[in-house]
């Protein structure tokens, strides 16, 4: 099968990561919009635009379906999304909604961008206590590799609340790029969910792998390699 992916930069890296690991028979076409992240900042409006753009340019990619890898254009665009296109479009959230509604977890906590948490689209799906914290300045330091000061950034939007929760959840497909900061942070005992874990799909048989961003340059594509611990990548401008 032939899979698209999209975000707004780095984040859906982890996403296809976790797939080449579970699914590697899959032709896989990643596309990153670089160009215009972040999307956490922007209104639904322009996200939606933005996100018709992105699943356009996979469509002519030729992909036959489409998982959007950005927690933020899935809370705020993606029924419109399935309404606009005939192709499968699904979304790392759904299957995080339905494992923490199936859960024993109560008391949840979600970090993500200003425009997911504002969607408050886990507040309204899952039904358990839900705490909800953006985290704005964890993408630019994401994206320009400044993990200098992460660790007491982290610590400023965890601390308080970190006593009395069950499960952290990643809210935002960049986050787990900071997994071994966010431990050490939260310590070991605090669950972490990385949405792209629950995400399943079939293994096929051809393998491939396209990546494209909206704007490249060679911290990107630095980036992208280290993320994927893959180094002879091609990685093209669109
Ligand atoms: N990786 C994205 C998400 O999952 C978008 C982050 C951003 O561009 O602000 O929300």
Known sequence: ??????????????????????????????YGDTLNIPYGDKTKEELIILAKKNVE????????????????????????????????????????????????????????????????IFKNNVN?????????????????????????????????????????VLGCTHYPILKDYIKKVVGENTNILDMSDLIKIDNDSNKSLEIYFSKIDNKIIENTKNILGINDLIIKNN
């Open 128 to 168: 358990k206590n839900i705490c909800e914290l953006e985290t704005p300045k964890l993408v630019p330091m994401i994206e320009n590799n400044k993990l200098l000061d992460i660790e007491e950034v982290l610590h400023d939007y965890l601390d308080d609340y970190l006593n009395n929760i069950d499960v952290l």
């Open 1 to 30: 099968m032939r899979i698209g992916l999209f975000d707004s930069g780095l984040g859906g890296l982890t996403v296809l990561k976790t797939l080449l690991k579970k699914y590697p028979n899959n032709e896989y076409v990643y």
């Open 57 to 120: 340019f996979l469509l002519s990619k030729k992909v036959d379906m489409i998982i959007v890898a950005c927690g933020t254009v899935s809370s705020n665009c993606l029924d419109i999304l399935k309404e606009l296109y005939d192709i499968p479009i699904v979304s790392i959230l759904e299957p995080t909604i339905d494992y923490l509604n199936r859960s024993n977890y109560r008391n949840i906590l979600v970090m993500a961008t200003h425009a997911t948490i504002n969607s408050h």
